[in-house]
DNA sequence: CTGCTTCCCGACCGATCGGTCGGTTCCAAT
DNA sequence: ATTGGAACCGACCGATCGGTCGGGAAGCAG
């Protein structure tokens, strides 16, 4: 994803010249903006400086800019379960690596994946989103589970209620982060990690990102 | 005793007889599950059995209705912070405290305190709950620095970040939990402030609840 | 130039939105 | 038996919704 598209300079003439990328991108920050529901086409048709009919020469349908948003979304939480961290070594050490990878894919992805945790499965477009993000959810309890099973002591907590609760904390990243003006997306990965296994305070040294302290461009 | 719901038979059936409490829930009710902005006054007035001119004679507006929800879920919220454990004692135990509380106030008035999280600001009520809610947060966030500097050790990630973090798991509470079929309010409580303070697998002793383990019913 | 494609617009459509209105039914108190 | 008010309803309203349609202007190839 790091390739861009064409770099087209297109000055601030009487034609914007939209793509479907860009206008997706204007389109899903409305709908953070003011929700999906409460958003109507003639609002991203304005934030976008074009009329409604255009909107619907590049999609088809609200709901399949959803469509599109979301997706992009799933794709790149999805794509933290094929991390080779992910996949091998220690449970418990995968288990902090999916946890910083999905904070970092949250920043990353941020508008999409907060679009994505918005849906309330009002259309078969969203609930075919929430169904997909259950499915995410399963895999990554499994790790929890794996992990709290691992340490001599017995967990502290029921698995399946602390996975809930951390990947409740990685998702409420979307209620505040702004990356022009919020912390490096990895210090608020690594902060997370931190706080969901070793709490406030800390106690045991953190695996995951010593190989990254210094490599921010490491896992991309 | 209190009137009670005489069955008479119009040719149709019963007459439901709603008060405004009981509206409200109906209302809040469809609001969480199809979203505000996604749900038409019909529709909340077909899961209340009746019309929609019968919803506007207990109430003026739709928004009023949002209105009254969210006042109770923010009355519920700062309630947390009057309570003697919150007030008083060190900066540690009255952070356990407030954890655990906000938790259970989440629990105790679920569909309020959900609503209250979705609010997008594209109304004047809207902008006034999350201002209030806002308050409630720099409130909390003061007591999470005082905790954060009371150990000798300096605490290992930003306080203001930790205050997020903390309370994006305790606000995500209200994406899972159903009373009927989810765990005990006390030990979802406790379980998040043990994940929070002391992490996954915990470190010190849980300072909050040893006076309530027995005594569910203790704080309110 | 013509012809084709891409991008775009103003005008318009049926459906649905939140909300109103005049009037009816029920019940408790008089 | 009458009355007053709370609860309720069917019909309706202007506005806005998502979406459509026919056509205009720009860029490129021949």
Redesign the pocket.
């Known amino acids: 994803m790091a390739g861009n598209r064409t770099l087209r300079v297109t000055g601030l003439?009487?034609?914007?010249?939209?793509?479907a990328q860009s206008?997706l991108a204007v389109a899903v920050e409305v709908f953070n903006r003011r929700g999906y529901?409460g958003?109507?086409?003639?609002?991203v048709?304005r934030a976008a400086?074009?009329?409604?009919?255009?909107i619907?020469?590049?999609f088809?349908?609200?709901?399949q800019i959803l469509r599109v948003a979301v997706t992009r979304a799933l794709d790149g939480l999805f794509a933290v379960l094929e991390e080779p961290g992910v996949k091998t070594g220690p449970a418990e050490q995968r288990l902090r690596h999916v946890v910083a990878g999905t904070a970092l894919a949250l920043t990353r992805e941020l508008p999409y994946v907060t679009l994505l945790l918005r849906v309330r499965g009002n259309t078969p477009t969203e609930e075919w989103a929430m169904v997909r993000r259950r499915e995410f959810d399963r895999l990554v309890a499994a790790m929890v589970a794996d992990a709290a099973g691992a340490r001599g002591t017995r967990p502290a907590v029921d698995p399946r209620l602390a996975t809930r609760l951390i990947f409740g904390m990685v998702n409420s990243i979307t209620e505040w982060y702004r990356p022009e003006r919020s912390e490096d997306p990895w210090q608020v990965a690594r902060a997370v990690s931190q706080i969901a296994l070793d709490g406030l305070w800390g106690s045991a040294s953190g695996g995951v990102d010593s190989q990254h302290s210094g490599d921010h461009q490491g896992a991309n």
Chains 1, 2 share one sequence.
């Open positions: 003439g009487p034609r914007p010249k939209h793509d206008l529901d958003t109507s086409m003639a609002e048709a400086g074009i009329t409604k009919s255009t619907y020469h590049h088809s349908s609200k709901e």
